[in-house]
């Protein structure tokens, strides 16, 4: 029989405080050491108490950290995230500082369960961990994304955090990682140099509208995101989505390279003969978490 996970430990006085000693007099100096950080829009959060899901874009390493350490602490202190449970918690020494740091809770990836693992496809396991934490006042952080960005632009949000928060009457805070892209992209292996500088920007809370879908607010948060981002980034000089997208659009068409031309295709041609290939959509393809949270930060193999 399958194990019902301890809900316990989330909330646990104890864990909580070697969770803000870690935090505080190691995570944080760390990640504030490497990368410059400028916090926005915290005053958004001033009315927020009890449980409510975090939604962030998600493009490097630093992301979680950020979060975490830039939210006011009595938000923070008992905000759980989801990890892949086939790369943080396969081995004890991974699973260890990703529970201390990050109250992180298994998500199984993809929908093909490992042998001899308890994933979110067995019902006798941790199926509507996400909701139950919600449920028992536990704030979640959710990357919709489901993996990190390869490219810097942003992919589709799963919609299970909008689903959640709808399912479970709690609010979803939009917030916005700037320039965690370009200090610590995904192919790179080191952390960063020079503390480049890094925006987290807090947006106001949102709700979803009075018989709104959970595919449709799922979109409004997203659009948040992508607002909150490339203002941000606007603003302080620094690539933003669209130009990220952008760019990726333009190295996809350069690699595919012009279409072949039979003999009737001369009207696909612009004048003088010229093609035009196909753009291809510059989102990323996210991962496919079963309950639709999206696991932190989970390096493929």
Known sequence: MAAKPDRGRYTSKTNLVARTAAQMLLLRPVVWRIVQVNIHGTEHLDNISGAFIAVANHSSHLDAALVFGSMPRRLSQNMATGAAADYFFDKWWKAAPTSLFFNAFP??????????????????????????????????????????????????????????????NVPVVPIALVGAFAAWPYQQATPPRGRPPVHVVYGHPMVPQPGEIAHAFNERIRRQVIELHDSTANAYSMPTLAEYARTLAIERARRSGPPAIGPGDAAASGPGGEQHPTIPDPDNTPADPSDGTGPADAPER
Do not use: C, W
């Open 107 to 168: 998500i199984e990836r993809g929908t093909r369960a490992r042998k001899g693992m308890e994933t979110e496809q067995n019902p006798r396991a941790r199926r509507g961990l996400a909701g139950q934490l919600l449920s028992d006042g536990v704030p979640l952080l959710i990357f919709p994304e489901g993996t990190r960005s390869r490219t810097g632009s942003m992919g589709p949000f799963v919609p299970g955090a909008a689903a959640l928060s709808i399912s479970r």
